[in-house]
């Protein structure tokens, strides 16, 4: 499957996501992760993963932290 411009621009325009407040979600210049998944070779699907906002620490970490800091 080819890029074209059309596509691009497309892509582009519904990765525009926006907080409430109108700030941006996706930053230019973030890093980003792409894979395609899917079980079916005609039924994939892409995913993208801001790398530079991947909560990877999530909650439970931060709950465990706040326990061991709490108990001292």
Do not use: C, Q, Y
């Not at 970490?61 to 709490?70: G, L, Q, W, Y």
Request: without cysteine; positive net charge; aromatic residues 4%.
């Amino acid at each position: 499957m080819k890029l074209t411009r059309d596509l691009k621009k497309r892509i582009e325009e519904a990765l525009d996501m926006r907080k409430k407040n109108g700030e941006e979600i996706w930053e230019d210049g973030d890093e980003i992760s792409v894979n395609i998944a899917g079980t079916f070779v005609a039924d994939k699907f892409i995913t993208l993963t801001n790398k530079t906002k991947n909560p990877v620490r999530g909650s439970i970490a931060r709950i465990n932290n706040e326990k061991n800091s709490s108990s001292k």
